[in-house]
Nanobody, 118 residues
Framework: QVQLVESGGGLVQPGGSLRLSCAASIFTFSSYIMSWYRQAPGKERELVATITSGGSTNYADSVKGRFTISRDNAKNTVYLQMNSLKPEDTAVYYC????????????WGQGTQVTVSS
């Protein structure tokens, strides 16, 4: 059973930092494209950042220059370093995995709450 387990969320003041982690129980983790999504109350889920199996990254315009996605294939873990946090970054953050070998293999984590407030 594949599981994605996020951690690292919490309450932080504006301008602060958090690092989210997503540990994946996927045997072929290195072949998966990994992404972070977020969903704020009353809004649709949106893509925040993606990292390919080769390490290429892509970011939503709203987080460029503030967030960094990375992966450690030896630990089957993807990270999201979030700096200069703003109240509008408040959301539940979800980890998402998509296989590059079989398109039907896609998984979501359970989410972790990030609240940016003074």
């Amino acid at each position: 059973q594949v599981q994605l387990v996020e951690s690292g969320g919490g309450l932080v003041q504006p301008g602060g930092s958090l690092r989210l982690s997503c540990a994946a129980s996927i045997f072929t983790f290195s072949s998966y494209i990994m992404s972070w999504y977020r969903q704020a109350p009353g809004k649709e889920r949106e893509l925040v950042a993606t990292i390919t199996s080769g390490g290429s990254t892509n970011y939503a315009d709203s987080v460029k220059g503030r967030f960094t996605i990375s992966r450690d294939n030896a630990k089957n873990t993807v990270y999201l370093q979030m700096n200069s946090l703003k109240p509008e970054d408040t959301a539940v953050y979800y980890c998402y995995a998509r296989s590059t070998v079989r398109a039907t293999l896609r998984y979501w984590g359970q989410g972790t709450q990030v609240t940016v407030s003074s």
